[in-house]
């Protein structure tokens, strides 16, 4: 699923180019997406969540036959542009929102980590108030939006915290550190336009570069870029593959 970094690339690639433009002719291709919609409805939002395997770009020219695989939605934006809806998988959804729905939507989703408000205390307070695995509290995309599985594997290696250790067990002046990493490490992600593991693709229908400076996701069995030690991967924290250097972060329980 993507991640803030690609979300973000994707926001910066396709604003410039969306904003103050109408879709029109919409043409829905698959309506096994659709949540909350149905065809007499209307909202003020449309809302598309890619997942792991969804994709958008603006295409300044017709598609070719090999680019037209698995369009989900298109519409017309005008100068011969279309805004194009790419899903292989068809994991994602989309939801047509009126002002009630989408204030429902987005009071289930914590604040950005990027965003000029969300201090150390803030972060504290909410990562810090929790039983849960550190790794799987800033994930909990309640308490803060946009970290995944990539991202936390990276700052919890970068800030040497044990990622299966309870949030409320951590010293105050490690979870302000690992604040100040997790947006290093977003921001250093978005400046590199994501990472491409498979399908993520930025506006533009690029690749990012991330992938290239992992330290540990996906390298289980390789040797610690800092000790040496070989690097060890468990599913018992949360379910996902948890990778982490037992001799810098300490060996989960």
């Given at each position: 699923m993507p991640e803030l970094p690609e979300v973000e690339t994707v926001v910066r690639d396709l604003r410039p180019r969306l904003t103050g433009r109408t879709l029109t002719n919409p043409k829905l291709h698959h309506s096994d997406v659709l949540?909350?919609?149905?065809?007499?409805?209307?909202?003020?939002?449309?809302?598309?969540?890619?997942?792991?395997?969804?994709?958008?770009?603006?295409?300044?020219?017709?598609?070719?036959?090999?680019?037209?695989?698995?369009?989900?939605?298109?519409?017309?934006?005008?100068?011969?542009?279309?805004?194009?809806?790419?899903d292989v998988r068809r994991l994602g959804t989309i939801w047509l929102l009126d002002e009630k729905g989408w204030e429902s939507y987005t009071a289930r989703i914590?604040?950005?980590?990027?965003?000029?408000?969300?201090?150390?205390?803030?972060?504290?307070?909410?990562?810090?108030?929790?039983?849960?695995?550190?790794?799987?509290?800033i994930m909990d995309q309640r308490l803060l939006a946009g970290v995944g599985?990539?991202?936390?594997?990276?700052?919890?290696?970068?800030?040497?915290?044990?990622?299966?250790?309870?949030?409320d067990k951590i010293e105050r002046a490690d979870l302000e550190r690992l604040h100040?990493?997790?947006?290093?490490?977003?921001?250093?992600?978005?400046?590199?336009?994501?990472t491409t593991v498979r399908d993520y693709r930025t506006g533009t229908g690029e690749t990012g570069s991330f992938q290239d400076a992992l330290e540990v996701y996906g390298r289980g069995g390789e040797p610690c870029p800092r000790c040496g030690a070989q690097l060890a991967t468990t599913h018992v924290i949360d379910g996902r593959a948890t990778t982490f250097c037992w001799r810098c972060q300490g060996r989960p329980a």
């Amino acid at each position: 699923m993507p991640e803030l970094p690609e979300v973000e690339t994707v926001v910066r690639d396709l604003r410039p180019r969306l904003t103050g433009r109408t879709l029109t002719n919409p043409k829905l291709h698959h309506s096994d997406v659709l949540r909350r919609v149905s065809k007499p409805e209307s909202g003020h939002r449309l809302v598309i969540q890619p997942r792991m395997t969804g994709n958008f770009i603006v295409y300044d020219r017709r598609m070719r036959v090999a680019e037209r695989r698995y369009v989900v939605l298109e519409a017309a934006i005008g100068s011969g542009e279309r805004f194009v809806y790419r899903d292989v998988r068809r994991l994602g959804t989309i939801w047509l929102l009126d002002e009630k729905g989408w204030e429902s939507y987005t009071a289930r989703i914590g604040p950005e980590p990027l965003a000029d408000d969300f201090t150390a205390d803030v972060f504290v307070e909410r990562i810090g108030g929790t039983r849960q695995a550190i790794k799987k509290a800033i994930m909990d995309q309640r308490l803060l939006a946009g970290v995944g599985n990539i991202y936390a594997n990276e700052a919890l290696f970068k800030a040497g915290i044990d990622p299966s250790r309870r949030s409320d067990k951590i010293e105050r002046a490690d979870l302000e550190r690992l604040h100040g990493i997790v947006r290093n490490v977003l921001e250093d992600a978005i400046a590199a336009k994501g990472t491409t593991v498979r399908d993520y693709r930025t506006g533009t229908g690029e690749t990012g570069s991330f992938q290239d400076a992992l330290e540990v996701y996906g390298r289980g069995g390789e040797p610690c870029p800092r000790c040496g030690a070989q690097l060890a991967t468990t599913h018992v924290i949360d379910g996902r593959a948890t990778t982490f250097c037992w001799r810098c972060q300490g060996r989960p329980a």
